[in-house]
C-alpha cells in the first residue's frame, strides 16, 4: 500500500528515473489519482533552500541536502507508482518521519518552486496553507 511519506530510489542507476530520493507528499488516500512527489538533492547555496534537512534527519541524508520541489512537473496516479515498482525500476526505502514529513509540507508553503499544479492538489488536502 502506497502511503503519504514513502520513499523511492530508482532501482539501477543507469537508467531514465533519477537516482536521488523520491518523498510522496501528498496523501494517497484522500487522492489516489494525484500523487505529489518531490526530490531530495544535495544542496548548495545556489539551490531552493525552503527545506534543507540535516544529517540524522533521515538514513539517506548524509549531508545538507534540499528538497526539490519543480522535480516533477505533474502529478503521477498510484497505480503508474506501483507499475514502475513492478518492472523493479524503483525500490521503496525507508518512510520519512511525520517531523520531516511536516517540515517538508512547510517548505511546499515557503518555496516559489513547487509547480501550480502540485500545489493545487496539496491544497485540495489541506496540507497546505
Known sequence: MISQGDTFRAANFDGDIDSHLLIIISDPQKNPNKLVLVVLTTWEIYKDDSCILQLGDHPFVKHPTCVKYNGFSKTISVEQLELVISQKKLVQKER?????????????????????????????QELVD
Open 96 to 124: 520519512v518521519s511525520q517531523e520531516v514529513l511536516q517540515k517538508i509540507l512547510k517548505g511546499a508553503c515557503e518555496t516559489k518552486f513547487l509547480p501550480n499544479c502540485l500545489w493545487l492538489v496539496l491544497n485540495e
